[in-house]
């Protein structure tokens, strides 16, 4: 069975970075795209940032751009968010999913990880 586990959130202050990161198994990795989509309390689901299975291709939301990045390591099957510039609206769980092609919807994705925390505040 595929499965995605989550790590690397927490707590920081506005301006500072965190690095999420996703592995995932029982799936050729190498073949499979990914996105990173995060949830507010109170609010739905969004799109944060996908990337397609050779990494050529990434897209993100208007409100990471220039702060987040997106990337992968085919041969440790996992997939990254580089968080810069973090802001207290960053704040959110943040989930990793998969599926065999890149989506910036969450209905485009078949397979999701548990979540990990991520909150920004002073």
């Known amino acids: 069975q595929v499965q995605l586990v989550e790590s690397g959130g927490g707590l920081e202050q506005p301006g500072g970075s965190l690095r999420l990161s996703c592995a995932v198994s029982?799936?050729?990795?190498?073949?499979?795209?990914m996105g990173w989509f995060r949830q507010a309390p109170g609010k739905e689901r969004e799109f944060v940032a996908a990337?397609?299975?050779?990494?050529?291709?990434?897209s993100y939301a208007d409100s990471v751009k220039g702060r987040f990045t997106i990337s992968r390591d085919n041969a440790k099957s996992t997939v990254y968010l580089q968080m810069n510039k973090l802001k207290p609206e960053d704040t959110a769980v943040y989930y990793c999913?998969?599926?065999?092609?890149?989506?910036?919807?969450?209905?485009?994705?078949?397979?999701w990880g548990q979540g990990t925390q991520v909150t920004v505040s002073s």
């Open positions: 029982g799936r050729t990795f190498s073949s499979t795209a």
């Open positions: 999913a998969a599926d065999t092609t890149e989506s910036v919807v969450a209905t485009g994705y078949d397979y």
């Open positions: 990337i397609s299975w050779s990494g050529v291709w990434t």
